[in-house]
Structure formats: C-alpha cells, structure tokens
C-alpha cells in the first residue's frame, strides 16, 4: 500500500458524508483512507476520529472514520445545499490534490458535488469535477473512463447534446482520447500491452458508408494511424454487438464516441459498483459514479457499493503508478 486515500466530503447536504461513514464500517480497516471535510456534517453518532495530518491515518483507522476537518461556515441541512458551503467544496477538492502532489496522499477519491450550488454559492466557473481537476494538474486534455470489473469503457465526446456530436468528434480529439486510455491502462491499470476497442458513430458501424461516413472518413484512419504507432486496436466496430460477454474477452477498454453509446452498456452491466475515473492526470483521481442523491440524505439508505469501489481501484491504481 502507498500512501492512504484522500476522500473529499462533496457536497454536505448530499449523501457524501454518510457514505464515507458506510465505506469506512464495510471496509473494517482493511484500506487506508481518510475523508476531509467537517465532522459536523457526519451523520450523528458516527464513529469518527479527527486527525491533524495523513500520518495520523493508520493509527485512527481502527477507532473510526479517519477525518482531517476542514471547517464550513453555514449550518447544514440534509438535502438543500447552502451556498455558503460552496467555497469549502471547492477548497477541499484542491487541498486532496495537495497532498497527493506532496506524497502525503497516494491518490484523490471524490465524492459529488453539486454543480449548480457550487455556480451558485462560489462563482464555479468549470462545468465539473474533471475540468477543475484537469486546471489543478495544470493539463488541457484528459479522458472521463467509467469501469467495474465487468468493463473499462471510455466516451470520446462527454456532455453534449447527441445533436453536437458529430462536429464534436474529431480525429485530434479521438486520437488523444486513445492515446490517454493506452497509456493510462499501461501505467495505471498494469496492462503492458492494453487492446482497445474502439466503436463506430453510426448504426451498423456505418455499414460501408450507407447509414453515415464518419467511420470511413474519420475514426478508420485514426485507428489506422495508431495501429501504426504499435496500439491494439480493433474498429470501428458496431456498438450494438461490442458489449456482450464473448465481446468484452476481447478487449480490456472500449473506446465510444458519445456518453450514452458509453455509460448505458456499464450502468446496465454494473450499476451499483461503476466508477469513474479521469485519465491523463499527473495524479489519481476516482470517484463514485453517481450524484450527490438529495432526496435520500440523511435517510440512511444511500448505498456505499460505488464509493468502496471507487476508493479500492484509487489505491490499486496508487501502487501500480509507484510500481511503474
């Protein structure tokens, strides 16, 4: 093991705070991570045990919650975010990739913020998690992969309407999308010789040009180009045929060109213990794959499966990247 887990509280008013409690109960000690955030947010009666520094992590393990405070101004009210949070949000995400870049942290896992209380009550000026993180790597391009153990998949446009994508998807943008993925699963993932596969844009992959051309013109030449640089490539292939089981042996990440074609095929497969992981960035960075649940919090039903996840492929990734 590296470094322990920093775990950064998201959103209070969400199911952040209780999740890192649950996480902590269902993983008994058996991973190091801490969360920062405010112990006041925890649910009542969590057991918890504040600690001045990372160092202080192993040894607190055992008794509660590891938790290095971070103190918000504002009260907390489960399921209204206060936007008087909003700035702490955003400082705790920054101090997580601090201490990973300082060696105290071996990797950043967060928990989700709510974009628009963070608009709201900070002036956030990036669409979300990953374009803030990429801004503190200092890092122009980076790659959204959404995995559990039944898939790694990897959309190549994001949040875009389905409208947008075809301008959207160019060749720079596919090429570096699968350029990051290759490397990534080489150095983060201890793959050595990684096999993509990659999708097409259209029904049928295009079916030779008759149901659309963007695999004839623009995602065949790219993979060729690739290729070329010693990738295992295989596409563009058919979305609809790409995912089954005999499918997925083949590959160890499938490439998509738009969100859905992407997230439907993992959600579908893995719902509960998918997550999401951004690529390209000098630091590890996971987190669950689902949204700050306003309607639940605080009920004690929030399910801790994709955050546990999450914090155990931040610390596999962790010591491959040290091993690499």
């Not at 409690?21 to 993983?27: D, F, I, N, Q, T």
């Not at 008759?210 to 013109?217: D, F, P, S, V």
Request: a negative charge.
């Amino acid at each position: 093991m590296t470094a322990p887990i920093a775990l950064t509280c998201g959103e209070p008013a969400g199911i952040g705070p209780e999740l890192a409690v649950r996480a902590w109960e269902k993983l008994e000690g058996r991973l190091p991570f801490f969360l920062i955030g405010d112990p006041d947010h925890l649910p009542e009666g969590a057991r918890m045990v504040e600690i001045d520094s990372p160092e202080g992590c192993l040894s607190a393990l055992p008794r509660g919650l590891p938790v290095l405070p971070h103190r918000f101004e504002g009260e907390l009210t489960r399921g209204t975010p206060n936007p008087a949070h909003a700035q702490g949000v955003i400082d705790v995400i920054a101090r997580a990739v601090t201490l990973v870049q300082d060696g105290y942290a071996g990797a950043v896992c967060t928990a989700p913020i709510h974009k628009k209380a963070l608009q709201d009550g900070a002036g956030f000026s990036y669409p979300g998690h990953t374009e803030y993180l990429a801004a503190l790597g200092g890092v122009e391009r980076v790659v959204m992969m959404l995995a559990s153990d039944a898939l790694r998949v990897v959309p190549t446009t994001i949040h875009i309407p389905l409208k947008d994508v075809p301008e959207a998807l160019t060749a720079d943008l596919l090429r570096d999308t699968l350029r990051i993925t290759h490397a990534a699963l080489v150095r983060d993932f201890s793959i050595p010789t990684p096999r993509l596969a990659v999708a097409g844009l259209n029904p049928h992959a295009g079916e030779g040009g008759k149901m659309g051309r963007e695999e004839i013109e623009l995602i065949a030449p790219v993979v060729e180009e690739l290729r070329a640089e010693g990738l295992d490539l295989a596409g563009p292939m058919s979305a609809d045929t790409m995912f089954h089981a005999g499918a997925r042996a083949t590959y160890d990440a499938a490439v998509a060109m738009y969100h859905d074609q992407a997230l439907i095929s993992i959600k579908t497969l893995d719902f509960d213990r998918g997550v999401n992981v951004t690529l390209g960035l000098p630091f590890i960075r996971t987190s669950p794959d689902h949204g700050t649940a306003l309607d639940i919090a605080g009920k004690g039903v929030a399910n801790p499966s994709s955050t546990i996840e999450a914090l155990r492929l931040a610390a596999r990734m962790a010591v491959a990247r040290s091993a690499a």
